[in-house]
Nanobody, 115 residues
């Protein structure tokens, strides 16, 4: 069973930064794409950023220029660097992958941005 374990969430003031990590196991990491999603209270889960196996990235308009997704294939880890955080970035952030079209999710990590 694929395992995704997120870490790095917390409470930060507006304008601050956080770096999320997603450690993957039991998966051929380097050949899979990974995504970060988030879900705020009362809202649907939304895609924040994705990175292909080749390192191509894409971002939601709301985070472009502020967030950066990256991967370390040697450490089986995906990162989400979040800068210039806003209160509207407050959400539970989830790591996701879908090898062979089967969805796997991490347990989520809470990010809270105070104004």
């Amino acid at each position: 069973q694929v395992q995704l374990v997120e870490s790095g969430g917390g409470l930060v003031q507006a304008g601050g930064s956080l770096r999320l990590s997603c450690k993957a196991s039991r998966i051929p990491f380097s050949i899979n794409a990974f995504d970060w999603y988030r879900q705020a209270p009362g809202k649907q889960r939304e895609l924040v950023a994705l990175i292909s196996r080749g390192g191509t990235t894409n971002y939601a308009d709301s985070v472009k220029g502020r967030f950066t997704i990256s991967r370390d294939n040697a450490e089986n880890t995906v990162f989400l660097q979040m800068n210039s955080l806003k209160p509207e970035d407050t959400a539970v952030y989830y790591c996701h992958t879908h090898p062979l079209y089967v969805d796997y999710w991490g347990q989520g990590t809470q990010v809270t941005v105070s104004s």
